[in-house]
């Protein structure tokens, strides 16, 4: 970010597409941990196979959106339909990210070690929560609020 954007600005919507480094390290975070291992419930609308399995119509299907992820031979994001604001979504969310990185240097409490294990639940939470120390790195003038 440094290099790209510099440190006397903020990081603008207009900058993402030279952040190459941070939209794959956010796509490679979606594809790794989705929001929740199963997908919405589905409904099969005509008789159909699987895999060898007889799928009835009107069978409710669920997806292990976990496991779909980490098969190498399905590549991320593909299919025959996506989210419609999926766009404005990565968009706001590398923003996000690449200002939060630019203007805080980010340490545990006490440089403790951070745990990433997986926990159990609807949406994946981590074993042991996530605690962050932000402390600004940007010149004082740009946290300022304009109002």
């Known amino acids: ?3 790209e954007i510099g440190r006397d600005r903020w990081v603008q919507d207009s900058d993402i597409e030279k952040l190459v480094y ?3 390290i956010i796509k490679e975070t979606f594809r790794l941990y989705p ?8 409904e ?5 196979r699987a895999s060898g ?3 009835p119509k009107g069978t409710r299907l669920f997806v292990n959106l976990w496991k779909l992820h980490r ?8 299919g025959g339909r996506s989210c419609p604001g999926m766009t404005l979504a990565l968009q706001l969310t590398h923003l996000t990210i690449a ?3 630019q203007g805080f240097d980010l340490t545990t409490p006490f440089n403790a070690p951070i745990d990433i294990s997986e926990g ?17 790195r940007l010149p004082r003038h740009l946290y300022r609020l304009e109002m």
């Open 1 to 3: 970010l440094d290099l």
């Open 99 to 101: 200002r939060l990185l």
């Open 53 to 55: 399995y007889h799928i």
């Open 71 to 78: 098969d190498p031979r399905l590549p991320f994001c593909s």
């Open 44 to 48: 099969a609308m005509e008789d159909c």
């Open 22 to 24: 941070l939209k794959a």
């Open 120 to 136: 159990t639940g609807a949406v994946m939470p981590k074993t042991t929560p996530l605690q962050l120390v932000l402390t600004p």
């Open 35 to 42: 929001a929740a291992p199963i997908s919405v419930p589905h």
